[in-house]
């Protein structure tokens, strides 16, 4: 796929994953309008995404917007569009993630974890799907997580979330087939994002002990992942091998998972 002139909407385009996905596309010729809730974090996104354009042609956009809210995600894609002036490539990676104790953990961040990581991208996807449906093409790209396709100790409140996006990822893709629109979903490791400091600050030792078995990935990495799994039409983007494996047998791996996982949070109980 050439993505030269293609119009492209992220959410969660002002750092992480998003930002660096913007930066990376930017390069090979992409119009794009991110979307955050921070204004002062989206005008600095934006200019560090412009240095990276391949041509002055290109256009660059970003939309303060609450995406949990319908209405402003509504408004702010719709916007995007008339920026743009079509969309082609929608890519969902804002999120938010708060580790802890299950029983300590306030109802009100269950909710609003869900109401960013499911439901900003479930409005998001409704706004944009007229526009797609129209034109009998477009790609949609939901971000979910390593901890979307296994419960981790200490993520209750995201888990969920990143799972409800599996379900809604496999449910649409073959809903939007003929209409001409790929579904693609991405399970990223952990990531060195200004969000993953934010984690670490409630992460519960058990936690700690359980992600950091696995290797931190750079977002340009996991940028360079997605932008290939675009290219190639993959349902499922999972990058390294330990995504990879996970994604295509998490059923089977599941319960040496368990076992270990639970040697390990054992060390912390005795």
């Known amino acids: 796929m050439n993505f030269n002139q293609t119009n492209i909407i992220i959410t969660g385009g002002s750092s992480g994953i998003g930002k660096a996905t913007a930066q990376l596309l930017a390069t090979l010729g992409a119009n794009l309008t991110i979307i955050a809730r921070n204004q002062i974090t989206l005008d600095q996104a934006q200019r560090e995404i412009e240095a990276f354009k391949l041509s002055q042609n290109q256009k660059i956009f970003s939309l303060s917007a609450d995406v949990s809210v319908r209405e402003e995600a509504e408004n702010a894609i719709a916007k995007a569009i008339t920026l743009l002036g079509s969309v082609e490539i929608l890519i969902l990676s804002a999120g938010i993630a708060h580790p802890g104790y299950f029983q300590d953990l306030p109802l009100e961040i269950f909710e609003q974890t869900m109401a960013v990581n499911y439901w900003g991208s479930l409005y998001c996807i409704r706004a944009v799907l007229p526009t797609m449906i129209q034109q009998k093409q477009g790609k949609i790209v939901l971000i979910s997580s390593g901890a979307g396709l296994i419960g981790i100790y200490g993520y209750t409140a995201y888990s969920p979330t ?109």
Not at 167 to 176: I, K, P, Q, V, Y
Not at 202 to 212: D, F, L, R, S, W
């Open 162 to 270: 990143k799972f409800a996006l599996k379900g809604l990822a496999e449910s649409l893709r073959a809903e939007l087939k003929p209409w001409g629109i790929q579904v693609s979903i991405v399970y990223p490791p952990d990531t060195n994002t200004p969000q993953l400091i934010t984690e670490n600050k409630t992460k519960p030792p058990e936690t700690k002990a359980i992600t950091g078995t696995v290797k931190l990935w750079e977002p340009e990495k996991i940028a360079q992942e997605i932008i290939q799994g675009i290219q190639n039409s993959q349902f499922a983007i999972a990058p390294g091998l330990e995504m990879k494996l996970l994604n295509r047998f998490h059923s089977l791996l599941l319960p040496l998972l368990n076992q270990y996982f639970d040697r390990l949070i054992k060390n912390f109980k005795s």
